[in-house]
T-cell receptor, first 114, second 114 residues
Framework: AQSVSQHNHHVILSEAASLELGCNYS??????LFWYVQYPGQHLQLLLK??????LVKGIKGFEAEFIKSKFSFNLRKPSVQWSDTAEYFC????????????FGGGTRVLVKP | ETGVTQSPTHLIKTRGQQVTLRCSSQ?????VSWYQQALGQGPQFIFQ???????GRGNFPPRFSGLQFPNYSSELNVNALELDDSALYLC?????????????FGQGTRLTVV
């Protein structure tokens, strides 16, 4: 079965620190890749997505992600975090052969200390 | 706001009871997917409905069932509730005519089974 793994369950960092969250997925052919964020008490929101083209994708709120096909990875980065980035982050993969459904990683809870 | 609305927002049920959760999709979207997000985990795909027909199902027992109506709204029904069914249930709508599209999530229904 296809799977998505996120390397860190919890990350704690200070404001202005850089953030990188890892995401790896299993082989299964062509994929669409997503990062979602869930702020406390809010719905899942899309941060960024990759369908094709430039493997470096820029999203909202200063986030970016890099698709490395050879490593089956789609890591999320932000050069300088803010307290408001405290949230849970989910990597999600849509294997095109499996239709239009998403497989999520287990999530990474990020706490940014002011 | 994503335009996807779910009701109710919270629900408490007793083990063995049945529950119905509702979702209105975003305007223009005719595909609705349901996900279960247990505490501390990423969302897991339950099933998807497209034009009133089930269009893919995850690893959930038959007591999880659904419907989609002509206006593309959807229901998730769970029979014979178990304690482990306690979770946040998410609805997502998308447009299947383009595989390169994102899913828009509602705020979820938090179900507690006691």
């Amino acid at each position: 079965a296809q799977s998505v793994s996120q390397h860190n369950h919890h990350v704690i960092l200070s404001e202005a620190a850089s953030l990188e969250l890892g995401c790896n997925y299993s082989y299964g052919g062509t994929v669409n890749l997503f990062w979602y964020v869930q702020y406390p008490g809010q719905h899942l929101q899309l941060l960024l997505k990759y369908f094709s083209g430039d493997p470096l994708v820029k999203g909202i709120k200063g986030f970016e992600a890099e698709f490395i096909k050879s490593k089956f990875s789609f890591n999320l980065r932000k050069p300088s975090v803010q307290w408001s980035d405290t949230a849970e982050y989910f990597c999600a993969v849509n294997w095109k052969a499996a239709g239009n459904k998403l497989t999520f990683g287990g999530g990474t809870r990020v706490l940014v200390k002011p | 706001e994503t335009g996807v609305t779910q009701s109710p927002t919270h629900l408490i049920k007793t083990r063995g009871q049945q529950v119905t959760l509702r979702c209105s999709s975003q305007s223009g979207h005719n595909t609705v997917s349901w996900y279960q997000q247990a505490l501390g985990q990423g969302p897991q795909f339950i099933f998807q409905y497209y034009r009133e027909e089930e269009n893919g199902r995850g690893n959930f027992p038959p007591r999880f069932s659904g419907l989609q109506f002509p206006n593309y709204s959807s229901e998730l029904n769970v029979n014979a509730l178990e304690l482990d069914d306690s979770a946040l249930y998410l609805c997502a709508s998308s447009s299947p005519t383009d595989m390169n599209t994102e899913a828009f999530f509602g705020q979820g229904t938090r179900l507690t089974v006691v």
